[in-house]
């Protein structure tokens, strides 16, 4: 009977089979899940809401000034708790330090030299920094006794545009709507020292007690004037 035999032969191997089972693969570790919060960003300040904000006026100047030389003066400096504004042209300013744009070939009423300086002394660029001109005082308006100075924040709206600018220069006593090549050509205003330039629909928002560090640092007033702005247009008088 040798398939008997065999059979039998078998069946006694497989009972000396080790029974211990086979080792699974190593499962792999799950990292618990961290939950970090998102930072938030408010959305930037629209110019409809600064235009809102600015719409009615309350005269802080004694009087009203030109958009330019000969022109009838109707234009008055407004103020809130927290802003100084007003609404109208604006002619180029090119002085400040020389560069490609700005000299006196472009200008020929070029002049070196701005009221306030870099922080290394130097006058500012009026092609590469975006500021604003405001009037030198006199007896129609100080914008010093207002919390403005050089380095002050503005908020230069034009159409649906916001461009965040210093206080840069100083200009004729009775004249207003001046800002630098520079804001110009970041509102898409032809920035030509005499063939630039708009009209009108221009408002410039001066913000009280603030000011850019360093007045060159444009990033620096960026910040500064969208955190104003907020609080410009959400305060109730």
């Given at each position: 009977m040798r398939v008997q035999s065999l059979t039998l032969a078998a069946a006694s191997a497989a009972l000396l089979v080790p029974t211990t089972p086979?080792?699974?693969?190593?499962?792999?570790?799950?990292?618990?899940?961290?939950?970090?919060?998102?930072?938030?960003?408010?959305?930037?300040?629209s110019a409809a809401d600064l235009l809102a904000r600015a719409r009615?006026?309350?005269?802080?100047?004694?009087?009203?000034?030109?958009?330019?030389?000969?022109?009838?003066?109707?234009?008055?400096?407004?103020?809130?708790?927290?802003?100084?504004?007003?609404?109208?042209?604006?002619?180029?300013?090119?002085?400040?330090?020389?560069?490609p744009r700005c000299?006196?070939?472009?200008?020929?009423?070029?002049?070196?030299?701005t009221?306030?300086?870099?922080s290394d002394g130097r006058p500012l660029s009026a092609e590469r920094l975006p500021f604003i001109v405001v009037?030198?005082?006199?007896?129609?308006?100080?914008?010093?006794?207002?919390?403005?100075?050089?380095?002050?924040?503005?908020?230069?709206?034009?159409?649906?545009?916001?461009?965040?600018?210093?206080?840069?220069d100083t200009g004729p006593q009775g004249v207003i709507g001046e800002a630098s090549y520079a804001t110009a050509e970041a509102l898409g205003i032809r920035p030509h020292p005499l063939r630039g330039g708009t009209t009108s629909g221009v408002t410039y928002i001066v913000f009280k007690n603030?000011?850019?560090?360093?007045?060159?640092?444009?990033?620096?007033?960026?910040?500064?004037g969208e955190r104003a702005a907020r609080r410009f247009v959400d305060a109730s008088e």
């Amino acid at each position: 009977m040798r398939v008997q035999s065999l059979t039998l032969a078998a069946a006694s191997a497989a009972l000396l089979v080790p029974t211990t089972p086979l080792a699974t693969p190593a499962q792999p570790r799950t990292q618990p899940v961290v939950w970090r919060p998102v930072a938030w960003r408010e959305a930037p300040v629209s110019a409809a809401d600064l235009l809102a904000r600015a719409r009615d006026c309350a005269p802080v100047s004694r009087g009203r000034y030109r958009s330019d030389n000969g022109a009838s003066a109707k234009i008055p400096v407004c103020g809130t708790r927290d802003a100084v504004f007003w609404k109208a042209d604006m002619d180029i300013d090119c002085d400040g330090r020389p560069g490609p744009r700005c000299n006196r070939r472009t200008d020929p009423y070029f002049a070196a030299s701005t009221a306030y300086s870099q922080s290394d002394g130097r006058p500012l660029s009026a092609e590469r920094l975006p500021f604003i001109v405001v009037p030198a005082p006199s007896r129609i308006w100080d914008y010093r006794d207002h919390g403005v100075g050089g380095g002050s924040v503005v908020a230069v709206v034009y159409r649906d545009q916001v461009q965040y600018a210093v206080v840069g220069d100083t200009g004729p006593q009775g004249v207003i709507g001046e800002a630098s090549y520079a804001t110009a050509e970041a509102l898409g205003i032809r920035p030509h020292p005499l063939r630039g330039g708009t009209t009108s629909g221009v408002t410039y928002i001066v913000f009280k007690n603030t000011r850019a560090s360093p007045i060159e640092d444009h990033a620096a007033a960026v910040t500064k004037g969208e955190r104003a702005a907020r609080r410009f247009v959400d305060a109730s008088e």
